[in-house]
């Protein structure tokens, strides 16, 4: 499988033409979240040729699929914080390098807002950045519901945008899917299966009745500045074409103002009855609908799907969101932050762990 990128992608520190030749591109699932979505997505036809895990549970890899797993344990039975789990990849570097080594495109997807994802995001990022790689984040963020979790998290962003050349954020309450009475691993397992259908709908390889948006045009979507944000929806009204990209907009609206986007990828995936009439509609409708005439368009029909159409809006540009906010600190301090640098730091009694590879 081969990625195909276009070299007048804008990557912010280095150009794609000094990059790795190599057309190899890879996977990382981080934590639990991570682990779970990475494992469905590697069942799908992806261009991606590689898939790799790594978490501190080794829970995260009963169920995932081939691909190597790195698990960093803690020899002391003791509740881990992001700087922690930092502090035991040191020892793992190496061998996170060698996965990533040689790769052209490195996609880092997490959940943040526990320890594993959040701790580790940026640092596989920023790895991937000095392995040479154009560096793709996923970062599924916390539900409303789990406050505790949104100061890490709006952190752990930060670390992972100013590391990686582009970062998707995709909101847990987006994929919310549920009914009161579901079990949390029922509601993770729906918000994965929505989160597999967007993300696939965007990075998959066309189909011959297929119209793809071209992948480089997705990567220069995720590699503008601002926030990159993914809304998803889906219709099966006699309206089903307004109804899902309201829907998408909607979605997108509840983390930043919609008009602020100045660039927008939209994907419809539908069956053979999706005519031209109505992608037409969709394209040209977005703009008034997101209160910015101005935001320029990619789009991309997908015929898998059924009769009920689903939407995936990646829309970037953002400058401000609601996560600014998950970190009060930053927003007092704006840019003169306090200790800004990632914090590493080991479990009680381990501090004199020797790092190795
Ligand atoms: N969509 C989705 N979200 C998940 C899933 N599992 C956890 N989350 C969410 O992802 C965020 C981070 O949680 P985890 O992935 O469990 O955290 P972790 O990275 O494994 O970190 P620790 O377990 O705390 O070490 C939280 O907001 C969770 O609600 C999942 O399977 N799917
Ligand atoms: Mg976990």
Known sequence: MALYIHDTIRAPTQSLTQKSSTRDSVAVG?????????????????????????????????????????LLESPVDQKLTPSMVRGLSIAAQGRIRKILRGSRVVFVIAGLGGATGTGLAPVVAKLAQDEGATTIGVAVMPFEFEKKLKFYAGVSLKRFRAAAEGVIVIDNDILLKSSPEDSLTDIYKMANGEAVRALTSIFAKPAESDVPVALNKVLGSV??????????????????????????????SKIAEAREANHAVVLLTGDASLSGTEVGLAVRRLGPMMNN?????????NYAGTSQLQVSLLASGFKTTKYDDYDPLAKVFGKNVIDDEMDYSLPGGLEMLVPCD
């Open 293 to 301: 005439q101005a935001v320029d368009v990619e789009y991309g029909v």
């Open 223 to 252: 590699l503008q500045d601002g926030y990159t944000l993914l809304g998803l929806a889906r219709s099966s009204s006699t309206d089903k074409t307004e109804e899902a990209l309201a829907g998408a907009v909607i979605s997108i």
């Open 30 to 70: 981080i934590g639990s979240a991570g682990s779970r979505i990475v494992s469905l997505l590697s069942r799908e036809s992806l261009p991606v040729s590689r898939y790799a895990y790594l978490s501190c549970d080794e829970n995260d890899f009963e169920f995932v699929g081939e691909g190597e797993k790195i």
